[in-house]
């Protein structure tokens, strides 16, 4: 099992520009949730899928959306691109039923001209 | 408001050295805690959580609601210990993690 994967590791774009970046969750889990990584910052909350639909958002603005695959992998999408989107954007996995952990991914790295 | 501080973002310290990575947090009712860890070039890993009271790598927290912190300890640091540290807080009944900024470990030999 590879744990979690995200596509692509890196991405440039310019401002007003929109993105798609994937996530697939560890074997075994249903549950996706996204997280972006600004420079020396911890990671914020954006979002999180279970059973293809949002079950919880943070404070993000409606630029940024999702989905979920009915093989629990998920899309974060994120329209009208500003300089301050730039940043680390994590995927973490869970079970909605378990009290295990998240499981995070190795993260995409966008950056925004 | 729900939030997670960590007041250092860079400790330093010999090997063999005690350390004690600091974590508050603000948060009304009974949250779960944890510490993530990323080492060099690593993806962002669980290092340890407060119900499970063990000690990862011999690594240590105790949950103490008095004073609304949960410090990570070592009692002799390795310079394998040399990592980002963040101190997360799940709020009860939800999956979302809150992190604090983090705090960078150096080990020196």
């Known amino acids: 099992d590879a744990g979690v994967t995200q596509s692509p590791t890196h991405l440039i774009k310019t401002r007003g520009q929109q993105v798609t970046l994937r996530c697939s969750p560890k074997s075994g889990h249903d549950t996706v949730s996204w997280y972006q990584q600004a420079l020396g910052q911890g990671p914020q909350f954006i979002f999180q899928?279970?059973?293809?639909?949002?079950?919880q958002r943070g404070n993000f603005p409606d630029r940024f959306s999702g989905h979920q695959f009915p093989n629990y992998s998920s899309e974060l999408n994120v329209n009208a691109l500003l300089l301050g989107d730039s940043a680390l954007y994590l995927c973490?996995?869970?079970?909605?039923?378990?009290?295990?952990?998240?499981?995070f991914g190795p993260g995409t790295r966008l950056t925004v001209l | 408001a729900q939030r997670v501080t960590q007041p250092e973002k860079l400790l330093s310290v010999f090997k063999g050295a005690p350390v004690e990575l600091k974590c508050n947090y603000s948060?009304?009712?009974?949250?779960?805690l944890f510490w993530y860890v990323q080492y060099s070039r690593q993806r962002l890993q669980l290092l340890l959580r407060h119900i499970s009271r063990e000690s990862i790598k011999g690594f240590t927290a105790d949950l103490n609601k008095g004073e609304t912190s949960f410090h990570l300890k070592k009692p002799f640091a390795q310079e394998e210990d040399s990592a980002m540290y963040y101190c997360?807080?799940?709020?009860?009944?939800?999956?979302?993690?809150?992190f604090g900024t983090g705090t960078r470990l150096q080990v020196f030999p």
């Open positions: 973490a996995s869970s079970s909605y039923l378990s009290t295990d952990t998240q499981y």
């Open positions: 948060y009304s009712g009974s949250p779960e």
């Open positions: 997360a807080l799940q709020s009860y009944n939800t999956d979302k993690l809150i």
């Open positions: 899928y279970y059973e293809e639909e949002e079950r």
